[in-house]
């Protein structure tokens, strides 16, 4: 590392636990449920990759991401899209997140690794988090639980 260069964070644990997929027609709903609104959210980025593979994803390379938004519900809107471009854009899928939510503004720490088509067999193409069935909020058992549609 080079003299004044920033370590990148280490990636958290991995989280196979709270998130899920619901039917929606053509397009996918996924969900994150945890303690927090954080975990909720990592949990619901989870949901989205495992929409593109059920293979082992390593948490090998680290992206950062920011994003911004009126509400916590569009923040998840905004957060999945912005997970959304970097797949895209780096030709990536990502298996650990964190996140840290100061009032309207989100920073997002990725780790995963390039697209291997043979090991990962894509299932489909997210294209966008929409405002469908979004839902942001603490339930009367204490989990946050964030959800939407994504258009795949």
């Not at 980025?45 to 090998?60: G, K």
């Not at 650990?96 to 299932?123: N, Q, S």
């Amino acid at each position: 590392m080079s003299e004044g260069a920033v370590p990148a964070p280490r990636a958290p644990a991995p989280a196979e636990e709270g998130w899920r997929h619901f039917a929606h027609g053509a397009d996918l709903g996924v969900m994150g449920e945890g303690k927090t609104v954080e975990e909720a959210f990592a949990r619901g980025a989870l949901a989205l990759t495992r929409a593109v593979t059920d293979a082992e994803v390593a948490p090998n390379d680290h992206v950062a991401v920011a994003c911004e938004a009126s509400d916590i519900e569009l923040l998840f809107v905004e957060w999945l899209n912005a997970i959304i471009y970097e797949m895209a854009v780096r030709q990536m899928l990502f298996s650990r997140f964190a996140v840290t939510i100061e009032g309207e503004h989100l920073k997002g720490d990725l780790w995963g690794e390039p697209i291997d088509p043979a090991r990962h067999a894509p299932a489909c193409e997210p294209k966008g988090a929409t405002y469908t069935a979004l839902r942001v909020a603490r339930d009367s058992d204490g989990l946050w639980r964030a959800a939407c549609v994504v258009d795949v």
